[in-house]
């Protein structure tokens, strides 16, 4: 059996993302969940850290770049589910997008 392997080109990565970056006056943010799809999201996020956020589904993931970016905005796309995950959220300075009413009653 055989598996297909995805490679990271760390030079036509950034070569997208300045492109990007120079064709808009807005801040772009780094979509990087799913471990970079698989390629690694502290490799991913070092190619693209002149982006002005992170962007990551799980709260690990976050973790993981706040150790690296102490000061880098970073956006938890799935939000969170518990009240101990939101404490993480305030404790690391991550935002969180909420999706649900059970959210907002968390946050309250």
């Given at each position: 059996?055989?598996?297909?392997?995805?490679?990271?080109?760390?030079?036509?990565?950034?070569?997208?993302?300045?492109?990007?970056?120079?064709?808009?006056?807005?801040k772009v943010v780094a979509?990087?969940?799913?471990?970079?799809?698989?390629?690694?999201?502290?490799?991913?996020?070092?190619?693209?850290?002149?982006?002005?956020?992170?962007?990551?589904?799980?709260?690990?993931?976050?973790?993981?770049?706040?150790?690296?970016?102490?000061?880098?905005?970073?956006?938890?796309?799935?939000?969170?589910?518990?009240?101990?995950?939101?404490?993480?959220?305030?404790?690391?300075?991550?935002?969180?997008?909420?999706?649900?009413?059970?959210?907002?009653?968390?946050?309250?």
């Amino acid at each position: 059996m055989s598996y297909a392997i995805a490679h990271l080109s760390r030079s036509a990565l950034l070569h997208n993302f300045q492109r990007v970056k120079a064709s808009t006056s807005a801040k772009v943010v780094a979509v990087i969940k799913a471990n970079a799809y698989g390629h690694g999201v502290l490799e991913a996020a070092e190619v693209l850290q002149e982006a002005e956020v992170f962007a990551v589904a799980r709260l690990q993931e976050a973790i993981e770049l706040r150790a690296q970016w102490p000061d880098k905005p970073i956006l938890l796309l799935e939000g969170v589910s518990d009240i101990e995950a939101w404490q993480c959220c305030g404790e690391h300075h991550f935002d969180a997008v909420v999706h649900c009413q059970d959210q907002i009653l968390q946050l309250a």
